[in-house]
């Protein structure tokens, strides 16, 4: 089985922190993707990765860059943490045949 | 502006009856979709998917029916159980024209009632 993990489930952290949220794979899955999921909205896509140090901007980028030295890691890094990035956020790994996206348990990051 | 639209926020059903879920879509190149069932806290979970060359697909309980001309998928949940009971998202993607991303749905929350 895949499995996908993020290093925290609940984060609580202050406006203007810096902020990182890590993922890893490990079914060596080139793809990998970083979205957040608010009521109403579903799920937006952050950024994502072909390729260990490509990094591509999704449809919402703006407050937010990532990090992929390895393969296996993704991280998102929220650079100065806003309260309207209160969310959930979920990484996301897809399969050498694109046909299925596993995803983490989530982080559920509260900035005050 | 979103390429795959779920219209109902919410959908509530009787235990054992049909339940479902409707999706649309704008991209004439989506040729692959997919639904996955979230429950609160956890991430999602795939539950089905269906190719551009069919216009059904069923596992169990769970068919997803397709009709490109209308661009349109539809989720069928029969019979549906309390434990179905979640937000599922639809998503989308372009396979066939090189894959870059899933676009997902914005989500319908399913509760099925004992």
């Known amino acids: 089985d895949v499995k996908v993990t993020q290093s925290s489930r609940y984060l609580v952290k202050r406006t203007g922190e810096k902020v990182f949220l890590e993922c890893v794979q490990d079914m060596d899955h080139e793809n990998m993707f970083w979205y957040r999921q608010d009521p109403g909205l579903g799920l937006r896509l952050i950024y994502f990765s072909y390729d260990v140090k490509m990094k591509e901007k999704g449809d919402i980028p703006e407050g937010y860059s990532v990090s992929r030295e390895k393969k296996e890691r993704f991280s998102l890094i929220l650079e100065s943490a806003s309260t309207n990035q209160t969310s959930m956020y979920l990484c996301?790994?897809?399969?050498?045949?694109?046909?299925?996206?596993?995803f983490g348990q989530g982080t559920r990051l509260t900035v005050v | 502006d979103q390429q795959v639209k779920q219209n109902s926020p919410s959908l509530s059903v009787q235990e054992g009856r049909i339940s479902i879920l409707n999706c649309d879509y704008t991209n004439s190149m989506f040729d692959y979709f997919l639904w996955y069932k979230k429950y609160p806290a956890e991430g999602p979970t795939f539950l089905i998917s269906i190719s551009s060359i069919k216009d059904k697909n069923e596992d169990g309980r769970f068919t997803v029916f397709l009709n490109k001309s209308a661009k349109h998928l539809s989720l069928h949940i029969v019979p549906s159980q309390p434990g179905d009971s979640a937000v599922y998202f639809c998503?989308?993607?372009?396979?066939?024209?090189?894959?870059?991303?899933?676009?997902f749905g914005s989500g319908t929350k399913l509760n099925v009632k004992p």
């Open positions: 996301a790994t897809v399969d050498s045949r694109n046909t299925e996206a596993f």
């Open positions: 998503a989308a993607s372009a396979i066939g024209f090189g894959f870059n991303k899933f676009y």
